[in-house]
């Protein structure tokens, strides 16, 4: 079973800028097309970005050009590299799988808080 370990999260001004980790075990970035995912205060998970084996990568519209979804073969770990933050971006982030299903997926790492705020 795919384990997940999030961190790199914090508090940020907005403008600021984060990048998040998560070490895959028992899974290949480099096969799996891996995704981020957050849940804001009051609302359902979202899918937020995913990077394919062959690197493509695709992003929600409120994130296209802020966030840079990106992995690391040797390290078993996706990035997600968060500039220009908005308040709108709070929220506890998840990495896990990305499939057409990924509502479906029931586990999931404890996930990393991202809170923006002046």
């Known amino acids: 079973q795919v384990q997940l370990v999030e961190s790199g999260g914090g508090l940020v001004q907005p403008g600021g800028s984060l990048r998040l980790s998560c070490v895959v075990t028992d899974a290949s970035v480099d096969v799996t097309t891996m995704g981020w995912y957050r849940r804001g205060p009051g609302k359902e998970r979202e899918w937020v970005a995913s990077v394919s084996g062959q690197r493509t990568t695709h992003y929600t519209p409120s994130v296209s050009g802020r966030f840079t979804i990106s992995r690391d073969s040797a390290k078993n770990t996706i990035y997600l590299q968060m500039t220009a933050l908005k308040f709108e971006d709070t929220a506890v982030y998840y990495c896990?799988?990305?499939?057409?299903?990924?509502?479906?997926?029931?586990?999931w790492g404890q996930g990393t808080q991202v809170s923006v705020s002046s």
């Open positions: 896990n799988e990305f499939h057409r299903n990924w509502r479906t997926i029931s586990t």
